[in-house]
């Protein structure tokens, strides 16, 4: 089947039994600030399941938009996705688990109503139960699996497994039905029911795997069993039956509403209809693997290329969906998340031999499979296009000297916290990219030390934007990052055309201008600010690469490095240069740089982004602020 045809056919299921069909919630979620996408059905639906009316009544059925960060790592595996559909249908209050259940496994079986999958294939999983909790364990579901079976003429034998200390050893012992402890069968907010808050709801769930006969591979375990990660079994949906609310006293007591919860992932579920346990196999993910497979000539079926296939596939649609719900590509929250999403598909389609700007192309691809369930997609085809399009094409001017920057790392035999600083501070490379081009090699990388110095490197952004030195950044946004290279620009022009006795006095750099005030004893001619204009928007116009290179202070002041009068600098400095043009991380050339400063950034890759959207520099202002200070305002517009 067709994504859409098993998307369709489940809404229509739900509906006939009374249930009413929701949109989507957007994939970031407008009210809720603990999290930056919605990763399931039910998230946007917590105040509803906590007891507060919906307008659409008690029973409820969609297919929502989800993105799950914390799956990013595995992506490249056959059952995980960055971003899928999570179908999900609601009892508030109203059915339970006697109608659940049976609807539920008529959906998976029917061939007329549902998916027509052979119930032999279908294992299911119940809650244990906790004796010191005083929660028993879920008769009622077993016995109801037990009938449903009984009707299929299958015999469902139930096995205690327990928890992962003593009762996975078991394995299968012929079972159909497995009992596990509430580390695998038991749902809430908080995770386990000792960390449960008193009034937190929560409750046992029953999932079904789908059994796709690979042989076990006993290093996931000795014996295999339904939540073996092995790859024999694959969990296709989750019911949850929220009945449980905790006490003050740590008890439980029964909730007055119970509700039920269900999410069955849609591309998992299509895999299971064409009888495969991967889920790339799906139509709409195809499309894209298809296209890339013109592009390179290569083939997702050679496992030397698969992983890269499945990462092009997943990242470039989940970038497709957050563009498509507005989020722009930013250096913080949702925005960086699709950042990284775009930057590791550009690198994974380079691996893939792809040099060229194709990224946009794929998104279309995404956008045609789409665009008929999710009109916004159509709608914002133009802005998806020019979203990848500059994304792109930013990444790739450094992508190639960061790879180079990376190969020269590499033959150290360690990638220190240091090496993977630079790599994200000067060349675009997110943590992932660097790890896992690490772990192509076998190298390890200094995660903690990397971080380390991210953050204090950011730290000291935010303090020379907090106004503890003079001026600075009012925050990270990209149009203030160009702000403040077009500051590091119009000061070495200025030193061009007035002299070396030019310094900086202070800076102010907002999202609407840059604001620079230097040491110079008179009013510049108008001829003095067309040429400083004039010779900024020049060095635009030339591309020239920008690096930030760490080295002792002793170093960078012997390099004439310019910094802030008055501003105290650590032994251990940064220095950003703007070009010569064929400046690299290895030979920076700092004695032909244009600008050379002591910064602690952030700055652009390459002047030509402030040229980005047509932009030109234009000086707006310029006056005395005290005795041999001269100020100028300046745009890009
Ligand atoms: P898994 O253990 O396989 O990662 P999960 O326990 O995280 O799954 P749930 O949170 O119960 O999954 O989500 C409900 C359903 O959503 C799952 O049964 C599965 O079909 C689907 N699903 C979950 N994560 C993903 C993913 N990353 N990509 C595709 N489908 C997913
Ligand atoms: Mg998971």
Redesign the pocket.
């Known amino acids: 089947m067709k994504v859409s045809d098993v998307r369709s056919k489940y809404l229509a299921f739900f509906e006939k039994r009374g249930h009413a069909i929701i949109p989507s919630a957007p994939i970031v979620p407008g009210n809720d600030s603990t999290t930056l996408f919605t990763?399931?059905g039910m998230q946007p639906l917590v105040p509803y399941l906590l007891g507060q009316e919906h307008p659409s009544g008690r029973r409820l059925v969609n297919s929502q938009k989800?993105v799950?960060t914390g799956?990013i790592e595995?992506?490249g595996d056959n059952?995980?996705?960055?971003?899928?559909e999570?179908l999900g249908n609601w009892s508030l209050g109203d059915y339970f688990k006697k109608e659940q259940l049976p609807w539920i496994f008529e959906f998976l079986t029917s061939s007329e109503e549902g998916l027509g999958l052979d119930p032999q294939k279908l294992y299911t999983t119940v809650f244990i139960g906790d004796a010191e909790l005083n929660i028993p364990k879920d008769e009622e579901a077993i016995a109801l699996w037990k009938d449903l079976f009984a009707q299929k003429g299958i015999d469902a034998k139930e096995v205690d497994l327990g928890s992962e200390e003593n009762g996975y050893k078991v394995g299968m012992q012929g079972g159909r039905i497995f009992a596990y402890d509430a580390k695998k069968n038991w749902?809430t907010r908080s995770g386990l029911p000792s960390a449960m808050p008193a009034g937190e709801p929560g409750g046992p769930?029953s999932?079904?795997f789908y059994d796709f006969g690979t042989p076990h591979n006993p290093a996931y375990g000795e014996h295999c069993h339904p939540?073996c990660d092995c790859g024999r079994f694959?969990?296709?949906?989750?019911s949850?039956f929220m009945e449980y609310v905790k006490q003050e006293d740590g008890s439980f007591a029964l909730l007055s509403q119970k509700n039920v919860d269900f999410?069955?992932?849609?591309?998992?579920?299509t895999a299971t209809t064409l009888g495969s346990d991967d889920?790339f196999l799906a139509d709409t993910l195809q499309t894209t693997i298809i296209e890339i497979e013109q592009l390179t000539g290569k083939s997702y079926a050679d496992p030397e290329f698969q992983k890269s296939f499945r990462i092009v596939a997943d990242h470039v649609r989940a970038a497709t969906f957050i563009i498509g719900d507005d989020v722009h590509p930013s250096n913080t929250e949702a925005g960086y998340i699709l950042r990284r999403l775009i930057r590791r598909a550009i690198r994974h389609l380079d691996k893939l031999g792809v040099e060229s700007n194709t990224l946009a192309a794929l998104g279309n691809r995404v956008i045609d499979a789409y665009q008929e369930t999710y009109a916004n997609l159509g709608e914002k085809r133009e802005q998806i296009d020019s979203v990848l399009t500059a994304e792109e094409q930013k990444f790739r001017r450094t992508l190639s000297q960061g790879m180079r920057e990376f190969e020269k790392i590499a033959r150290k035999g360690k990638v220190e916290g240091h090496d993977a600083f630079i790599l994200a501070s000067s060349y675009g490379f997110p943590i992932e990219i660097t790890e896992e081009l690490a772990g192509e090699r076998s190298l390890e990388v200094d995660v903690n030390g990397f971080r380390k110095e991210m953050d204090e490197h950011q730290a000291k952004s935010r303090t020379a934007s907090e106004g503890r030195f003079k001026g600075g950044l009012a925050d990270h946004s990209e149009i203030t990052v160009r702000y403040h290279t077009s500051h590091h620009l119009l000061l070495a022009a200025l030193r061009q055309i007035l002299g070396n006795d030019v310094h900086q006095r202070g800076s102010n750099i907002t999202q609407e201008r840059v604001r620079l005030d230097f040491s110079f004893d008179r009013k510049l001619t108008p001829e003095e600010l067309a040429e400083a204009e004039k010779l900024v928007n020049e060095k635009i116009a030339e591309a020239l690469p920008v690096f930030c290179t760490s080295m002792p202070k002793t170093d960078a002041e012997k390099i004439g490095a310019e910094h802030e009068f008055g501003v105290k600098y650590g032994d251990q400095v940064t220095v950003y240069s703007m070009g010569p043009k064929d400046a690299t991380a290895e030979d920076p050339k700092f004695s032909e740089s244009f600008s050379l400063e002591f910064c602690g950034g952030p700055h652009v890759s390459n002047t030509s982004e402030l040229a980005d959207g047509g932009k030109r520099f234009k000086i707006t202002k310029e006056e005395s602020v005290a005795a041999g200070i001269r100020r100028i305002k300046a745009v890009l517009e």
Do not use: K, P, Q, Y
């Open positions: 990763s399931s989800s799950r799956d595995e992506i059952r995980h996705l960055t971003f899928f999570m749902w769930d999932e079904i939540n694959v969990e296709i949906c989750n949850v999410g069955g992932g849609l591309e998992r579920l889920l």
